[in-house]
């Protein structure tokens, strides 16, 4: 019998390490959260591993201005998210794409826009309640890896992705990876001068670019054009205007509209022209809620990018507008940002 037992010990190992092999591949976890943190709305979303949402719930981010609040109704979001797909041992770990947020320290650090100021250390935070790994990224980051995964910018190694909303945003994809930079913080074309002691921005300087491309700056050259004129406009019966409201007008023809997107559209292009001159990219997405003007921001962009850019660049980059969407792509690109985190968990 012991001979037996003996001749069969090859069989018994092989056995064993399937067996064991088995047991691995049922605890390899197989989904992740994204999250996506804007000034109105918080989603988060469980994502498979084939870029699947399987689940999704929001809550109004303005509503929680304390971030300890904030932090808690997230945490507890997450885990009603997870219980009802499979639990802590279904989920490997949480991506969060936010404004002014650090990949490198998993912080919000000091954003112009947001109610928390000061440096947030979210990622820590949110580890320390949920038991589970979390990488944070800037919103354009990962707005950049939702694009280079799952949308317009899918199989391009160069470019660089521009979202313009409350804020300007961007992320650079230089040879196929994003360029963060030495402290995290690469891409903030939004805060380089482009009016020298121009506007007020945000961040506290003067002249920035989102100072005049963004939702405020776009309103302010509208109150702007509006003052220095007297020809008439629909947008002067428009009480609390926004980019839409001006964008709409434009389709009815409104001059004065137009040329607000005109005039906001030289300068972005102007400051691309700088960016790509400097980056040399195979494209800029366009992303956020403004690049829904369509032609009245994208054509006079594009015409004085093409005027200020340097020469051998001129001509080779696709401007190109996000045709995915917004709260789909946020959540997939930080489900990217969870599925590259290093696993961490209390409960393996």
């Given at each position: 019998?012991?001979?037996?037992?003996?001749?069969?010990?090859?069989?018994?190992?092989?056995?064993?390490?399937?067996?064991?092999?088995?047991?691995?591949?049922?605890?390899?976890?197989?989904?992740?959260?994204?999250?996506?943190?804007?000034?109105?709305?918080?989603?988060?979303?469980?994502?498979?591993?084939?870029?699947?949402?399987?689940?999704?719930?929001?809550?109004?981010?303005?509503?929680?201005?304390?971030?300890?609040?904030?932090?808690?109704?997230?945490?507890?979001?997450?885990?009603?998210?997870?219980?009802?797909?499979?639990?802590?041992?279904?989920?490997?770990?949480?991506?969060?794409?936010?404004?002014?947020?650090?990949?490198?320290?998993?912080?919000?650090?000091?954003?112009?826009?947001?109610?928390?100021?000061?440096?947030?250390?979210?990622?820590?935070?949110?580890?320390?309640?949920l038991g589970l790994a979390?990488?944070?990224?800037?919103?354009?980051?990962?707005?950049?890896?939702?694009?280079?995964?799952?949308?317009?910018?899918?199989?391009?190694?160069?470019?660089?992705?521009?979202?313009?909303?409350?804020?300007?945003?961007?992320?650079?994809?230089?040879?196929?990876?994003?360029?963060?930079?030495?402290?995290?913080?690469?891409?903030?074309?939004?805060?380089?001068?482009?009016?020298?002691?121009?506007?007020?921005?945000?961040?506290?300087?003067?002249?920035?670019?989102?100072?005049?491309?963004?939702?405020?700056?776009?309103?302010?050259?509208?109150?702007?054009?509006?003052?220095?004129?007297?020809?008439?406009?629909?947008?002067?019966?428009?009480?609390?205007?926004?980019?839409?409201?001006?964008?709409?007008?434009?389709?009815?023809?409104?001059?004065?509209?137009?040329?607000?997107?005109?005039?906001?559209?030289?300068?972005?292009?102007?400051?691309?022209?700088?960016?790509?001159?400097?980056?040399?990219?195979?494209?800029?997405?366009?992303?956020?809620?403004?690049?829904?003007?369509?032609?009245?921001?994208?054509?006079?962009?594009?015409?004085?990018?093409?005027?200020?850019?340097?020469?051998?660049?001129?001509g080779k980059v696709k401007?190109?507008?996000?045709?995915?969407?917004?709260?789909?792509?946020?959540?997939?690109?930080?489900?990217?940002?969870?599925?590259?985190?290093?696993?961490?968990?209390?409960?393996?």
């Amino acid at each position: 019998m012991c001979k037996d037992l003996h001749g069969n010990e090859k069989m018994f190992i092989f056995v064993a390490r399937n067996l064991k092999r088995r047991m691995d591949q049922t605890t390899i976890k197989k989904k992740v959260i994204g999250v996506d943190i804007s000034l109105d709305e918080t989603t988060c979303a469980v994502v498979d591993v084939r870029g699947n949402v399987v689940a999704r719930r929001s809550f109004p981010t303005e509503q929680y201005p304390d971030i300890g609040n904030f932090v808690a109704v997230l945490s507890d979001t997450i885990a009603e998210l997870m219980a009802g797909c499979g639990g802590y041992e279904a989920v490997r770990a949480v991506g969060i794409g936010a404004p002014s947020a650090n990949f490198l320290t998993g912080c919000i650090e000091n954003s112009p826009n947001m109610p928390w100021k000061g440096v947030i250390p979210l990622a820590a935070l949110l580890r320390d309640r949920l038991g589970l790994a979390v990488a944070v990224g800037n919103n354009a980051y990962v707005m950049a890896l939702g694009e280079h995964a799952f949308g317009c910018a899918h199989g391009m190694k160069d470019f660089i992705v521009i979202s313009l909303g409350s804020g300007l945003g961007s992320c650079i994809f230089s040879n196929g990876r994003p360029h963060v930079g030495y402290s995290g913080f690469a891409g903030e074309i939004g805060h380089t001068c482009i009016v020298p002691k121009g506007r007020l921005c945000g961040c506290g300087k003067s002249g920035c670019l989102e100072a005049y491309t963004a939702a405020k700056g776009i309103v302010a050259t509208a109150c702007e054009l509006l003052e220095q004129s007297d020809r008439p406009s629909l947008m002067r019966d428009i009480d609390g205007l926004t980019p839409k409201k001006i964008a709409a007008c434009c389709d009815q023809g409104d001059a004065l509209a137009i040329q607000v997107f005109e005039t906001t559209g030289e300068i972005l292009g102007r400051g691309l022209a700088n960016y790509a001159s400097l980056m040399n990219p195979e494209g800029i997405i366009f992303t956020g809620g403004i690049p829904k003007a369509g032609k009245w921001l994208i054509e006079p962009a594009q015409r004085s990018f093409e005027e200020h850019v340097f020469h051998n660049v001129r001509g080779k980059v696709k401007f190109l507008t996000s045709d995915l969407d917004e709260r789909e792509r946020d959540v997939l690109g930080a489900s990217v940002l969870a599925w590259d985190v290093k696993e961490y968990s209390l409960f393996k």
